[in-house]
């Protein structure tokens, strides 16, 4: 169904409307799973970017994993049908019942910090576990667009430490089979992913039991006509040249990981929203209220994000400049500014692109609106979920 | 009950939790309702920052009226028993179904601009309407942890267009009883309010059948020791002050209006945490991750808004600085940073204040959270609301 047409579905199904389309989830995927060149891959899907459960069951059904940052997506996952195997638990901060949980369902964690390695050795012998590297602040990202910059945090394991938890580890027989690193988020130069893979993998080596590698995610998305494209197959090829170089040397197959997410969801979810009014604020430009804003959708708010808008009523009238806010009480709340489109009317669909990822699952509803329906297009289906 | 007590809810109900205490509640709008010294005046509570149904129900108890900014928000405030006449419809954008709802039901309702007052007055003859007022740029805030800045927003009906409104409601027999203003969101500072109440009784002179004033709200909250104490006080007295003036002036009396929520709400609510795991950063510092952050309570994160932290198991240990975050794989994701607590351990439980308005009512559980239980303390009863 073309985008063009989805005011078909606001008069379906109402607005604001999030919209869903698998085909492009399946081919997205599929595109991803053929820049990876080296033959022994595990691909998790970021659930923290949507964790909607008729999706979760598509990727489920899609062959990939899925990681998990917190207790409540990990029973979102089994419950969308997903094998502790197919399961990667990363975050910070894991508390000790999590910790004897993870370890029962025989989970694949990543572990954060010292303290959490000394954790889990105290509890058992014989068993695996990865660890988050902390990042090499060497590697410089360009990009101000990035939402979360993991150079600013404390997150990860440094290397001053390494021998300190390969200590605790041998001591108590468990092994450290894995890395895992993240960049951040969202970024769209490639060269910051080409230095953070060299510093990923020269890790590898001090790892003696190592069985994969994961280099996270953040690749980006092009959000709007300025953005440059991002070169997932440049990165991912990369990544697999590092990785048959690296198993060549340890003289094994290293699983090759990564935990896309919004790199695959973004261009699946639109969102249909309404004109509730307008307003003339001078000769030159117009300010749209439409039916939903923060409460629905906080990206543009919270991370200043671009979204393209696009009129799905334009018959070729002339062009005007238009901010787009929620109608609520709340200032500064604006899904677009400056926005040029042709000519609107009261009643009018507007069509805001690639919220699939970080879209719904941020919604409050706040300030006083409850949270929008979602729709999804599958295989020429179209339900509610 | 004591805060400091408050771990024994946690071990009943469960962390993350927010604890409202009814009693405050009661307490700061008897304070603020003796603070205003003009006979003819009207609370409405800004539901905004806290829409629970409970609270709202407490609120209705006490007499006074709320302030809506959508549909949903009025269909609560329906159930939680608001007869109309005790609801004030305050927002932008409004749609022609949502304007006939209103009129219909005779909702008191502040247009927004020029289009929304011909839309009213498209639709009704011999009706009464408030408007909102366009900010004058020259009163200034120093605050800068003001949350939210109506003078960047075109928010309200500019002066230039009083005479517009004006013609289109004589000609249709409606009448402007009403002016309603914002200044701002959370401003310490008393002075730009003397400011803007002289700014908005001034504009009152304009429209011969007024019948009310609003000066909305967005009265100061002090969250930490470094802030100053907000004068509310001496705000209510010269609101007052101006109305008695006004009333001489047009020979009748004018209504005060008033729409409070943060600075009656906010030190009702308590959010109550829990340790997760402790990370050694450096020999002066440690972080400490909780079962809550951004997903359960995010006005840190998107305001950097500072809430003291109590550890509520201090026993005269030694203090120590920390970061507080939450245990998700979301960075930058702190409660709060470099605050000096008394040695804590795992398990321990921490208290965050002031989280009674825009708290529960942001949180979207992102990433992967389901939303924290509340409950309420109220004439002795605890319970979950």
Same mark, same amino acid.
């Not at 989970?107 to 902390?134: A, H, M, P, Y």
């Not at 309404?274 to 708010?301: C, M, Q, W, Y």
């Not at 070729?316 to 899904?335: A, E, H, M, S, W």
């Given at each position: 169904?073309?985008?063009?047409?989805?005011?078909? =579905?606001?008069?379906?199904?109402?607005?604001?409307?999030?919209?869903? @389309?698998?085909?492009?989830?399946?081919?997205?995927?599929?595109?991803?799973?053929?820049?990876?060149?080296?033959?022994?891959?595990?691909?998790?899907?970021?659930?923290?970017?949507? $964790?909607?459960?008729?999706?979760?069951?598509?990727?489920?059904?899609?062959?990939?994993?899925?990681?998990?940052?917190?207790?409540?997506?990990?029973?979102?996952?089994? @419950?969308?049908?997903?094998? $502790?195997?197919?399961?990667?638990?990363?975050?910070?901060? %894991?508390?000790?019942?999590?910790?004897? !949980?993870?370890?029962?369902?025989?989970?694949? &964690?990543?572990?954060? +910090?010292?303290?959490?390695?000394?954790? *889990?050795?105290?509890?058992?012998?014989?068993?695996?576990?990865?660890?988050?590297? !902390?990042?090499?602040?060497?590697?410089?990202?360009? +990009?101000?667009?990035?939402?979360?910059?993991?150079?600013?945090?404390?997150?990860?394991?440094? /290397?001053?430490?390494?021998?300190? %938890? /390969?200590?605790?580890?041998?001591?108590?027989?468990?092994? &450290?089979?894995? #890395?895992?690193?993240?960049?951040? +988020?969202?970024?769209?130069?490639?060269?910051?992913?080409?230095?953070?893979?060299?510093?990923?993998?020269?890790?590898?080596?001090?790892?003696?039991?190592?069985?994969?590698?994961?280099?996270?995610?953040?690749?980006?998305?092009?959000?709007?006509?300025?953005?440059?494209?991002?070169?997932?197959?440049?990165?991912?090829?990369?990544?697999?040249?590092?990785?048959?170089?690296?198993?060549?040397?340890?003289?094994?197959?290293?699983? *090759?990981?990564?935990?896309?997410?919004?790199?695959?969801?973004?261009?699946?979810?639109? *969102?249909?929203? !309404?004109?509730?009014?307008?307003?003339?604020?001078?000769?030159?430009?117009?300010?749209?209220?439409?039916?939903?804003?923060?409460?629905?959708?906080?990206?543009?708010?919270?991370?200043?994000?671009?979204?393209? %808008?696009?009129? =799905?009523?334009?018959?070729?009238? !002339?062009?005007?400049?238009?901010? #787009?806010?929620?109608?609520?009480?709340?200032?500064?709340?604006?899904?677009?500014?400056?926005?040029?489109? @042709?000519?609107?009317?009261?009643?009018?669909?507007?069509?805001?692109?690639?919220?699939?990822?970080?879209?719904?699952?941020?919604?409050?509803?706040?300030?006083?609106?409850?949270?929008?329906?979602? &729709?999804? #297009?599958?295989?020429?289906?179209?339900?509610? #979920?």
């Amino acid at each position: 169904m073309a985008t063009r047409n989805f005011n078909k =579905l606001g008069e379906q199904f109402g607005t604001p409307l999030y919209i869903y @389309e698998a085909d492009r989830l399946k081919e997205n995927l599929s595109n991803l799973l053929n820049y990876i060149t080296y033959p022994k891959s595990k691909v998790y899907f970021a659930a923290m970017c949507n $964790s909607q459960f008729e999706i979760l069951k598509i990727i489920k059904s899609l062959g990939i994993g899925i990681q998990v940052n917190s207790e409540h997506e990990l029973n979102i996952a089994n @419950e969308a049908g997903f094998n $502790s195997s197919d399961i990667s638990f990363t975050s910070t901060g %894991i508390s000790k019942v999590l910790m004897r !949980r993870l370890i029962e369902e025989s989970i694949e &964690i990543n572990l954060d +910090s010292v303290e959490e390695v000394e954790k *889990f050795c105290s509890f058992v012998t014989n068993k695996t576990f990865g660890v988050r590297v !902390r990042l090499d602040k060497k590697i410089k990202i360009n +990009s101000t667009k990035t939402t979360n910059n993991f150079f600013e945090s404390n997150v990860g394991i440094e /290397k001053k430490d390494f021998n300190k %938890i /390969k200590e605790v580890s041998q001591k108590t027989g468990n092994k &450290i089979t894995g #890395i895992h690193g993240y960049l951040a +988020s969202n970024v769209i130069d490639t060269k910051p992913f080409l230095e953070f893979g060299n510093f990923l993998v020269n890790t590898a080596y001090v790892f003696p039991d190592l069985e994969y590698v994961n280099f996270g995610s953040g690749f980006g998305v092009k959000y709007s006509e300025q953005d440059k494209d991002f070169d997932l197959e440049k990165v991912l090829h990369y990544y697999s040249l590092l990785l048959h170089k690296l198993s060549k040397c340890c003289q094994r197959e290293i699983i *090759f990981k990564i935990e896309p997410g919004r790199t695959i969801m973004a261009d699946v979810g639109s *969102f249909l929203v !309404r004109i509730t009014n307008i307003k003339n604020l001078n000769p030159k430009k117009s300010e749209i209220s439409v039916d939903a804003g923060f409460a629905e959708f906080p990206r543009p708010k919270i991370y200043n994000s671009y979204h393209e %808008i696009e009129n =799905l009523e334009k018959k070729g009238t !002339r062009k005007k400049v238009y901010d #787009i806010r929620g109608n609520t009480v709340l200032q500064n709340d604006f899904l677009g500014q400056d926005r040029i489109l @042709e000519e609107v009317k009261e009643t009018d669909y507007l069509l805001l692109k690639k919220v699939g990822a970080y879209g719904f699952v941020m919604a409050s509803g706040f300030p006083g609106k409850k949270l929008p329906k979602q &729709i999804l #297009i599958n295989n020429g289906n179209i339900e509610e #979920i």
